[in-house]
């Protein structure tokens, strides 16, 4: 990279805080630390010419966790690490909204629902079993009413007729989202400079080495790199996870008219003007889909378009466009905050409701940055 002088000393230019990572936890980290401390200064270094992750490039379901997928956590974290990490969820997308503004959003409130295919009747069983009890749990926890409530399923024939809705959810446009935060930051004065990579992390002597080979003195460090998180740092316990997805033509007569979930979770689709969105499938190989790499696969692609066909019928004939992102997962489904030293503070592991996380986990690193930083 052919850097001048006045480009370097201008990237380079010491701040109080370097953040690295430009996604939805890198902008709203620096925008908390403004809301509280606006003599802070902020750089953001980002290897993107707009963010390379997930947080422009995910299925933009504003959600906080189905009754299959809390079923799951549950036995695995137990209830009261579940409802913390769902909790976290929630406050976050109400900080999102807020910030942001459902006009910004493009927030459409039109529920979550889970739909059951046809071998899962021992699955929908369950959860129709969980649901009075979760809908306490989500009222003791949160305040929300009736959270979960038994439907039917109207939307896809061939599949069982019970459908679990949340009237609490709906869907926004990511990249409106993001644009947003992205403006936010600039009025308030956060540097954030795309096309950087960082590409070692010297601890000891508190220098980020980038391309163009730059150093890039830092005073604290906040790391927001979630699914790439192993290439810069690879002790920690967060794995690249590539979702697909694809999106349809517009299409007459489409009648989803909410966001929806199958699989537990490993499967989503919604309605964005006309046009169906669909995602997921991971499950269907995991080790393969534990990757840095951004592309797809025939076959999570074939299982995807037979998901689609069965939705609407001919829909696999019509498919406009195809892409991944990468998102962040480990051995919990608990963010990482941690202090990696006195300078270093990392945010990541933010799996698949990082939409909703994303706020509410700035607002944690803000506040444990803040309480350290000694402005020059
Ligand atoms: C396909 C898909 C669908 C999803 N759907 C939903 C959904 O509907 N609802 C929901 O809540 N969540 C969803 N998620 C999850 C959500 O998008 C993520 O959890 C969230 O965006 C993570 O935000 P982040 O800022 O931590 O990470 P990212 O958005 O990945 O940001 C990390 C940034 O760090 C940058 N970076 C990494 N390494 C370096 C480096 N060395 N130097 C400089 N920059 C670096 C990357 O380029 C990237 O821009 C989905 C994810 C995917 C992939």
């Known amino acids: ?49 707009l963010p390379y992750g997930a947080s422009t490039k995910n299925a933009g379901f504003s959600c906080f966790g189905s009754v299959s997928e809390l079923m799951e956590d549950i036995d695995s974290i137990g209830e009261a690490t579940c409802m913390e990490i769902v909790k976290m969820r929630w406050l976050g997308l109400q900080m999102l909204k807020q910030r942001v503004g459902k006009q910004h959003l493009e927030y459409h409130h039109c529920g979550g629902t889970e739909l059951f295919r046809a071998g899962d009747h021992q699955l929908l069983s369950a959860c129709i079993d969980k649901i ?21 399923n109207e939307v896809v024939t061939s599949w069982l007729p019970q459908a679990i809705y949340n009237q609490y959810e709906g869907t926004i446009n990511p990249m409106s989202m993001m644009q ?111 990757t840095f790499d951004f592309g797809h696969t025939a076959q999570i692609q074939t299982y995807l378009e037979g998901i689609l066909e069965e939705i609407y019928p001919g829909a696999s004939n019509l498919i406009d466009h195809r892409w991944s992102g990468i998102l962040g997962i480990g051995p919990s489904k ?29 607002k944690v690193l803000a506040e444990r940055v803040v309480e350290t930083v000694n402005i020059s």
């Open 1 to 49: 990279m052919n850097y001048s002088f006045w480009e370097q000393q201008f990237i380079t230019k010491p701040t109080d805080v370097t953040i690295i990572g430009a996604g939805i936890v890198g902008l709203s980290t620096a925008i908390s630390i403004k809301e509280s401390r606006p003599d802070v200064s902020i750089k953001i270094l980002e290897r993107g010419h």
């Open 132 to 152: 009075t009890s979760y809908n306490e749990m989500m009222n003791d926890h949160m305040g929300l009413k009736d959270c979960y409530q038994l439907r039917q």
């Open 180 to 290: 947003r935060l992205y403006q936010i930051a600039i009025e308030k004065g956060i540097s954030i400079f795309y096309g950087i990579e960082v590409q070692d992390l010297d601890q000891e002597n508190h220098i980020l080495k980038s391309g163009g080979n730059m150093d890039i003195q830092y005073k604290k460090l906040i790391v927001c790199t979630n699914g790439f998180t192993q290439m810069l740092l690879p002790h920690l316990e967060v794995v690249p996870a590539r979702n697909q997805v694809l999106i349809t033509k517009p299409m007459e007569g489409l009648t989803l008219n909410s966001g929806y979930h199958v699989d537990k979770g490993y499967v989503y689709f919604r309605n964005y003007q006309n046009r169906i969105l669909l995602g997921g499938g991971r499950n269907l190989n995991p080790d393969g889909e534990t």
């Open 334 to 362: 608990f963010p990482i905050i941690q202090w990696l030293d006195n300078h270093i503070l990392v945010g990541v592991r933010l799996g698949g409701m990082g939409v909703a996380i994303g706020s509410y986990l700035g």
